[in-house]
């Protein structure tokens, strides 16, 4: 995860950051299908984020997603 300025947490919280700007991830073959569904979804709503780095555990593959003005 990369930041840029000061860390933000969530309100009440110390695990849960609200502005990163990059977010790299390791998908594990074993939890691909809930990294994409459940706990990907939030991702595009933090007004923050820029890019989102997606590396495959057990296969050759790197996805970069990126925001665009169209996105936002």
């Known amino acids: 995860m990369v930041i ?3 860390l933000q947490f969530q309100e009440g919280r110390r695990d849960t950051l609200t502005n990163p700007i990059i977010i790299a991830e390791v998908f594990l073959t074993s939890t691909e299908g809930f990294d ?3 706990f990907f979804f ?3 709503t ?3 984020l820029k ?3 997606l ?3 057990y296969t ?3 996805e970069q997603l990126t ?3 169209c996105r936002q």
């Open 4 to 6: 840029k300025g000061e």
């Open 67 to 69: 925001k665009t003005k």
């Open 42 to 44: 939030p991702y595009p």
């Open 46 to 48: 933090i007004p923050t």
């Open 55 to 57: 590396i495959y555990q």
């Open 60 to 62: 050759i593959l790197v």
């Open 36 to 38: 994409r569904g459940k």
């Open 51 to 53: 890019e989102h780095i």
